[in-house]
């Protein structure tokens, strides 16, 4: 009699010839002794029928959600006036679009159609280390010191996964971009959630009005906190954290030994009397930041899936690895447009037409008119100091009317869906940037993007204060 292990195996064997062909089939008539059914036990065969197909690694359960592939496939649905993603609705600059054709078209060097450098583009990194160099006043290696990655959410992704290791505690600020928290659960690290808090909720506010409560975030430090991500300006609130602030955090860094990550993506969008403060230039803190920016926000060019990741070399080691066995190299001519780029506004920097200066310039007029167009359809605004995003209180809409939906989803997510469906405007639920303990803070309000053409933000207008006199009228 066969051992019970080898009848599985040649059973298992006879079932994959069986499934083959029926040439091949006739092959049973080989193994007699297993062949028939009286020779495999009920119990061996039932465990064989009942066999689990494989499944997903456990380590991607219950983050499968995104708001961004729920609300895109709403936007396809519907075909709303989509003030939701974070996308520029005009051109990029020129000079960076005919750099991109000229680069995949060069005949004088068609290498710039093949495989560059994986941790960066020659001509990129030294470009990046340039300008930040003269940013945080240091010279910055571009050999060790910058990666390039596939736009900053893999540049966030190769930090944390390079950082991180299990059991490791990362403290995040909400509202947050919804990709750290994934991340982090990835690298098998625990979120340690701490809000943002409004000093003022009544009328028209400043997102500098929301802040941090310095012992519930001294209380989140332990000697577990491996990081802190810190967005600044922020997205969706648009605040930009002053010197006082980021030396707070900084401060608790080095006390506990922490690492500062700096999602900075936004870092040229600041508004009057704001300035953009870079955590590497504290005191102590180059050697405990890793500061991530996107050419995709620099330039307004999202698609383009370019950003990068600069910082001590050491700290830059883990996350070389993690983009080294994943995505390896990025795309050379958009490498060398980007960094033609960054040549050309280093040429300007400082002058009106420089497109650091220039992009804020005419964003800040956006912004200005969209405060005003969510004002006057009865909307209290939270006026952003960086960032190209306006989050608005809409109780005064939702208090008024039923928007129905799915009452086990909270309040925004079901306001954003009506609004979509039966106004045809789309904006995103902040409550996707918070964690479940703390979403109530962002379910009274709607996150528009005004990085728009002015007719686009007009119709906006239009709908929202067709919407407001609808309510005052009684007739929603």
Known sequence: ?????????????????????????????????????????????????????????????????????????????VKPLNLGQGFPDFAAPITVRKALAEASTSETNVLLNQYTRGF???????AVAKLYSKLVGREINPQTEVLVTAGAYEGLFATIMGLVNPGDEVIIIEPFFD???????????????????????????????WVLDPMELANAFTDKTKAIVVNTPNNPL???????????????????????????????????????????????????TVSIGSAGKTFSVTGWKIGWVYGPANLLKGPQVIHQHSVYTCSTPIQEAVAQGFEIEMERFGKPECYFLSLPAELEVKRDNIVRILADAGLNPI?????????????????????????????????????????????????????????????????????????????????????KKDIDENRV
Not at 39 to 66: D, N, Q
Not at 187 to 208: D, N
Not at 262 to 285: F, I
């Open 120 to 126: 960066g583009h020659p001509r990129l990194v030294a």
């Open 238 to 288: 648009g605040k930009v954290y002053t010197e006082g602030e980021l030396t707070m955090i900084a401060d608790l860094c080095k006390k506990h030994n922490s690492i500062a990550i700096m999602d900075e993506v936004y870092e040229w969008m600041t508004y009057s009397g704001t300035k953009h403060v870079r955590m590497a230039t504290l005191p102590g803190m180059w050697e405990r």
């Open 383 to 467: 006026v952003p100091e960086g960032g190209y995003f306006i989050l608005a209180d809409v109780r005064n809409i939702t208090s008024k009317i039923d928007v129905g939906g799915d009452p086990s989803e909270r309040k925004d997510f079901r306001f954003v869906k009506w609004l979509s469906r039966n106004r045809k405007l789309q904006g995103i639920p902040p409550s996707a940037f918070y964690s479940p303990e703390h979403g109530e803070i962002g379910e009274n309000y709607i996150r528009f993007c005004f990085i728009k053409e002015d007719e686009n933000l007009e119709k906006a207008g239009e709908i929202l204060r067709a919407l």
């Open 179 to 209: 990709c750290y928290v994934p991340q982090v659960k990835l690298a098998g690290g625990t979120p340690v959630y701490i809000p943002l808090r409004p000093k003022k909720t009544e009328g028209i506010t400043s997102s500098g009005d």
């Open 1 to 77: 009699m066969l051992s019970i292990t080898r009848q599985v195996a040649l059973r298992s064997t006879i079932f994959h010839f069986h499934n083959l062909s029926p040439a091949v089939s006739c092959c049973s008539d080989i193994f007699p002794i297993v062949s028939s059914s009286a020779s495999i036990s009920p119990h061996l065969h039932t465990m064989s029928t009942m066999a689990s197909p494989p499944m997903a690694a456990t380590k991607t359960f219950g983050i499968e959600k995104s708001v961004w592939v729920e609300f895109i496939q709403l936007a396809l649905e």
